[in-house]
């Protein structure tokens, strides 16, 4: 009697475990219905049930034709989502498995427009921005005569523009706190690593403005004979010709119209 009231009590234990156990049960349509339904739900711009569909075709057909799709199209779905770790992750995979896919010019342009949307303002960390830099760089030269490839170059424009400004932000920092040298290195850096950038002007003047608060006259005279020659017209060139003019009549003792010249406004 009491082996059978043993028996029937792993008999309930058994049977109470495996109600209690979730069943999971593998979806076991055809790769292309399931990549299908994926793409429904990225047209109607659901994009994590897109991304987490895609990737279910990748991992129950891995071997199909539609998995090396699949993989493309999560990583765009996790892109829309704004999902841009995801997004890399999945398309860093790809390149390395699918070197010789016709989409791999989209992939690597991907991966380039993730690091670009995360982007943040000059004042912070610019990691991002750098990441940008490299993976727009690497679709121009890789794909040179590919429409990413021209839409790449515009956003490095907007890239280095954004770098230059990141180095005046700093420069005008350390003008203000009248760290000259400090300065003097960050405008450098903007005139000679970003030549062609709207940010330019401002720091050859910057140039002229600190060598002239450091009483080194020629290189502030030079820093502005530069800015003269290619933007004659620009108002940077005519405040620090003002500058200049009024170091020259402290020189001879003359009173100047700004006495504080040398302060960042």
Known sequence: MRLLTIFLLFMFIGCASTEDEEVVVEDARPAEEIYNEAQTSLEEKN????????????RLHPYS???VKAQIQAAYAHYKYEEY??????????VKLNPGNEN??????LIALSYYNQISNVERDQKMTLLAKQALNDVI??????DYARDAKLKLDLVQDH????EMAVGRYYLKKRQYIGAINRFKK???????TAQVEEALHRLTESYLALGIVPEAQKY???LGHNYPGSEWYQDSYDLLINGEMREHGESGEDESWYEVF
């Open 224 to 226: 502005a004979a530069v």
């Open 141 to 146: 030269i890789r794909f040179p005569e590919s």
């Open 104 to 109: 791999i010019t989209y992939a690597y342009y």
């Open 163 to 166: 770098l230059a400004g990141k």
């Open 65 to 67: 034709k539609w998995a």
């Open 190 to 196: 903007v005139v000679e690593e970003y030549p062609t």
């Open 47 to 58: 994009y994590k049930a897109a991304a987490l569909t895609f990737l279910d075709v990748e």
């Open 85 to 94: 770790g995801d997004a890399i992750k999945i398309l860093e995979r790809f």
